[in-house]
């Protein structure tokens, strides 16, 4: 028998976060690649709701011109 892997709390509901601002860049920093490209769930341990929360406030960070579109 193989060992499962465990599996990773999402960050976001551990602190039980309904919304994700799209003016906090520090945050939004983190969920970002070096070619600026958003990183997946599976890398991050982001459950799919707070990831589509996430990749919607990276967006309109970008759009706003806080987040550059590439690094």
């Given at each position: 028998?193989?060992?499962g892997r465990s599996?990773?709390?999402c960050p976001f509901c551990e602190q039980?976060?309904?919304y994700i601002d799209y003016k906090?860049?520090?945050l939004l920093i983190r969920f970002i690649s070096q070619y600026g490209r958003i990183i997946p769930?599976?890398?991050t341990g982001v459950c799919l709701g707070h990831q589509k929360?996430?990749?919607r406030a990276v967006k309109t960070a970008r759009q706003m011109a806080l987040i550059a579109y590439t690094r």
């Open positions: 028998m193989t060992a599996k990773k709390m039980k976060v309904t906090n860049t520090k769930k599976y890398y929360m996430l990749s």
